[in-house]
Structures are given as C-alpha cells and as structure tokens.
C-alpha cells in the first residue's frame, strides 16, 4: 500500500476551506494512484492553543518519515512549513508529486 503525505498551507484558512481542499486533493490522488493508498493524516485538529507553528511543522515532517510519496497542494511555495517539508522529502528520498506538476522542482505533477 502506497502511503501519501499531504503538504497543503493552511495558515490563516477556515478549516472548511481546508477540508474541503484536502478533500479535493484525496480524490485527486485516488483518481490518479488507485485504492490501494493511504493517506497520512497531517491535519492536526485539537492542538493545543498555544504551541507555535514550527510545533506543527515538526509533526508533520514525523509523519512525514513513514511516507512513500509527498503531494504538495498549490501554493506550497508560499508556505514556510510546506517549503520545509518539500526540502526534508528532497533530502529523504521520498518522491515528490505536486498538484498539476509546475514548480514542483522535482518529481512529477497529477
């Protein structure tokens, strides 16, 4: 089973309009990969309300290590957490697809 690790901003968005985007990008891997993946879960609901945001990077790059592939959402580029988690799968060897491929800088685009 193939297990995908979502990077997506979501700074200063509602969590419907995250959801609703995650829930966009699932399909979108589904419809691409198959079943038989599993999706990382790396949206962190009830986090404690005072933990910074690198506390939520740090998760995510644990999670992060037990993927297979990393899709990045649009907009990665301009999310400082999402540019971290792109330079960790670089560095680790976990292949890299991007939402619709351009600027991904490496891998491929679905």
């Avoid at 990077?7 to 200063?12: L, V």
């Avoid at 999402?82 to 960790?88: D, F, I, P, S």
């Avoid at 991007?98 to 600027?103: A, K, L």
Wanted: proline share 4%.
């Amino acid at each position: 089973m193939l297990r995908v690790f979502i990077s997506q901003p979501m700074a200063g968005e509602s969590e419907e309009k995250i959801k609703k985007e995650r829930q966009r990008i699932i399909d979108s891997i589904v419809s691409e990969f198959g079943e038989e993946i599993e999706i990382i879960d790396s949206y962190f609901e009830g986090a404690p309300a005072d933990v910074r945001p690198l506390w939520f990077t740090g998760k995510a790059i644990e999670l992060l290590s037990t993927a297979d592939m990393a899709y990045f959402a649009p907009g990665w580029k301009d999310a400082r957490g999402c540019r971290l988690e792109h330079k960790a799968a670089e560095e680790y060897g976990i292949e890299i697809i991007c939402d619709g491929g351009g600027g991904c800088n490496a891998g491929k685009g679905i």
